[in-house]
């Protein structure tokens, strides 16, 4: 007997099903991970924010959007406006030097604080400490 | 800093010691807006440097002032892979070393 056509469409939308399902057990995973990255990075905030001095913490992406904060919302906009923007000046001042070169980490040292950023992938952590307290 | 006591010795003692520390490539003695007054480097290194160091540190200089009108920038450090540039403004003058942080290790 002839395969009736309507059951080859069938067996190509089981496939893509399949296909789909498969990519959708991927992005589970991956939201898994994800999650669970996400408390890695609370203790990992929560760790350096036990530190003496240390006065807050801010995780963005280099364009300045807030991931993770433990200032204000007024002072962490603040704060992630004017330091992703320095820090995407430095990190095109070493590009400009030397086209293989990358910026690693940037410390703004004043009278009352030092603040720290370090970018990775596409992502910066700042972090504010006073440098007074770390002696 | 008495001005009145240190001369064009002291200075270059002091280059030449910066200058003997392991991994230190080169050092800048620079104004503000990036004039150069002394360089361990090349002409044309030392050109390119002072132009974006002396941009830089403007620019870390206003972020320190716009979060606390108290405050001054003290110290800029800028580490990549390759190298570290130390920026150390005063007054009106700036000083950068430049150095490889690979080559401090130890």
């Not at chain 1, 469409?9 to 057990?25: F, G, K, L, N, P």
């Not at chain 1, 890695?40 to 003496?52: D, F």
């Not at chain 1, 204000?72 to 095109?92: F, N």
Request: net charge negative.
């Amino acid at each position: 007997e002839r395969v009736p056509p309507s059951f080859h469409q069938r067996a190509t939308r089981m496939q893509e099903c399949t296909v789909q399902y498969t990519a959708s057990v991927e992005v589970f995973e991956q939201v898994n991970m994800a999650t669970n990255t996400a408390s890695e990075v609370e203790e990992t905030m929560a760790r350096i924010r036990s530190h003496k001095g240390v006065e807050g913490v801010v995780i963005m992406t280099k364009e300045g959007a807030i991931i993770q904060s433990s200032l204000s919302e007024d002072q962490s906009k603040q704060h992630a406006a004017l330091i992703s923007s320095l820090t995407e000046k430095a990190s095109l001042l070493i590009q400009t030097l030397d086209p293989d070169d990358d910026l690693n980490f940037l410390r703004i040292r004043s009278k009352k604080k030092e603040i720290m950023v370090a970018p990775d992938n596409g992502f910066l952590m700042m972090v504010i400490q006073n440098p007074n307290a770390v002696e | 800093m008495a001005s009145g006591n240190i001369n064009v010795s002291d200075v270059e003692e002091t280059l030449a010691r910066i200058k003997s520390h392991k991994g230190v490539e080169g050092v800048v003695i620079m104004t503000k807006e990036g004039a150069i007054i002394q360089s361990s480097l090349s002409e044309e290194d030392s050109k390119e440097y002072a132009a974006l160091i002396s941009s830089l540190t403007e620019k870390a200089s206003s972020l320190v002032d716009t979060l606390d009108a108290d405050d001054e920038l003290n110290f800029l450090r800028v580490r990549s892979k390759k190298k570290e540039i130390m920026v150390a403004p005063e007054g009106s003058f700036v000083l950068v070393v430049i150095q490889n942080p690979n080559a401090t290790i130890d």
